[in-house]
């Protein structure tokens, strides 16, 4: 149940973080990138908390979408 953001909306959000607006940010997404951008943040969140059992099991995921 996610939402579009509108371009102006995404053109403020970029200009708060102060980032470089560049044309690849409003683009859309495929489902397949964003579960590897999921994927990715809750690796990050692995590491932090040293369970390498999780994030194995992460990385073994993401293989197998390739």
Known sequence: ??????RNEIKEYIEKLN????????RPVNNK???N???ADLIIGYK???????????LYLRSALD
């Open 37 to 39: 951008r999921l994927i």
């Open 48 to 58: 932090y908390n040293n369970n390498n059992q999780k994030i194995e099991e992460l």
């Open 1 to 6: 149940k996610g939402i579009i953001f509108t």
């Open 33 to 35: 990138s964003i579960i």
């Open 19 to 26: 980032l470089e607006l560049k044309e690849e940010y409003f």
